[in-house]
Structure formats: structure tokens, C-alpha cells
């Protein structure tokens, strides 16, 4: 099916300024990645150098080891900022990885709120911005592509 068709068929019209801003996103998607998982990094590099840096005020009904969280952070990093460098070049994993990585660090900020709560609902909703993105860029309509 060509992206003519699907877009009669879906009733849903790909509309160029639409795939335009989308594709500016995206790019700007693989930044905002890159740049949230190296804040990620030294997030978890600063959790495991030192404890007393992080102040949790509310006891809540989970509680993580800073030192766990500082390891599950740092890893979501690295692998974040290598998705983010695949995104660049447009690959198909760098997308599906950049939904996935994103939707985890959404759940993983969700668990950071009681350290962190307003840096926690800025990354949150700048992950919703990077699986938006990523989402509705269409490459081929775009590349010029049928």
C-alpha cells in the first residue's frame, strides 16, 4: 500500500506542513534525548559518587537504594545517548529504541518524584514530547519516498 493509499484509506491526510514540523521535531527529538540522557548520566554518576546529595523529604510507599537508582539511571543514560545517535541518521531501531527508552524514563522519573519532584514533571513531559515526535515522522513522505 502506498502513502497515497493509506491516507484515502485511513481517511487520515498527512498533511505537509504537519510531516514538516514533525521532522524538525524529531530532530530536535534526538537532541532533547541526547541531552536528557547525559543529565541522566551524571544524575547516576552523582548518585552512586555520593548519597548526602540527594534528600528524600516524604516517606512514600516504594523506596529505592540511591546507589541501585544511581546504576539504573546511568545505564538508561548510555543507552539513551547511543539511541539518540541513531536517531540522527534516521534509523528504524533508533525510533522503536528512542519510544522504548523514553516510555521507561517516564516510569523511572514517575519513581524519581519523591527526590526530585518538578525536574521529574519536566523530564516526564519531555519524554511525551520525544514519543510524539518520533511517532509521527513519517520518513517516507519526507524523503519522497511512495
Known amino acids: 500500500m502506498t502513502s497515497t493509499e493509506r491516507t484515502t484509506a485511513d481517511g487520515y491526510g498527512r498533511h505537509p506542513v504537519r510531516q514538516g514540523f514533525a ?3 524529531n530532530f530536535a527529538a534526538a537532541t532533547l534525548l541526547l541531552v ?18 540527594f534528600v528524600a523529604g ?3 510507599v516504594y523506596k529505592f537504594d540511591l ?9 538508561l543514560g548510555l543507552v539513551g545517548a547511543a539511541v539518540a545517535c541513531g536517531m540522527y ?12 527508552i523514553a516510555a521507561v524514563s517516564i516510569v523511572a522519573n514517575f519513581l524519581w518524584l519523591p ?14 514530547v520525544i514519543i510524539w515526535a518520533v511517532t509521527t515522522w513519517d520518513r517516507d513522505r519526507v524523503d519522497g519516498g511512495v
Open 89 to 100: 541518521t534516521g534509523a528504524v531501531w533508533a525510533r522503536v529504541g528512542a519510544v522504548v
Open 36 to 53: 536528557v540522557s547525559v543529565l541522566g548520566v551524571f544524575q547516576g554518576i552523582s548518585a552512586l559518587a555520593n548519597d548526602e546529595i
Open 58 to 60: 516524604i516517606d512514600y
Open 23 to 25: 521532522t524538525g521535531t
Open 115 to 128: 527526590y526530585y519532584p518538578i525536574w521529574s514533571l519536566v523530564l516526564i513531559a519531555l519524554d511525551a
Open 67 to 75: 546507589t541501585t537508582w544511581g546504576w539504573i539511571v546511568l545505564i
